[in-house]
């Protein structure tokens, strides 16, 4: 950093010096009110929409049905009731 020098050896009473102005001049203005702006593009709502039909489609389901039912027979899969209750009311159902 060209803005802190070092200082003397431990033990001195001076400490960091370190030059404002240099550090000032470097950094950019702020930008103009009204000049941010924040959102999803059209490109990116409809990337979600395909990465949510990809995840939805039947293969993926198998996928997930053939690894549930192996941890079902296997006597390893144990749903929370309270987990799914939750779900089901903030869903509405």
């Known amino acids: 950093m060209p803005d802190v020098r070092k200082t ?3 033990g ?7 030059d404002l102005a240099a550090a000032r001049a470097r950094v950019s203005p ?3 009110e009204g000049a941010d702006s924040a959102g999803i ?3 990116g709502r409809e990337l979600a929409r395909a990465d949510a039909i990809v995840r939805e489609s039947p ?3 198998a996928e ?6 192996a941890r079902i027979q296997a006597g390893e899969y144990r749903p929370d009731p309270r987990e799914i209750a939750s779900r089901i009311l903030s869903h509405g159902l």
């Open 12 to 18: 001195s009473t001076q400490g960091v010096i370190y």
């Open 64 to 69: 997930k049905v053939r690894v549930l039912r």
């Open 8 to 10: 003397p050896p431990p």
């Open 30 to 32: 702020p930008a103009q």
């Open 59 to 61: 293969e993926a389901r």
């Open 41 to 43: 593009t059209s490109r």
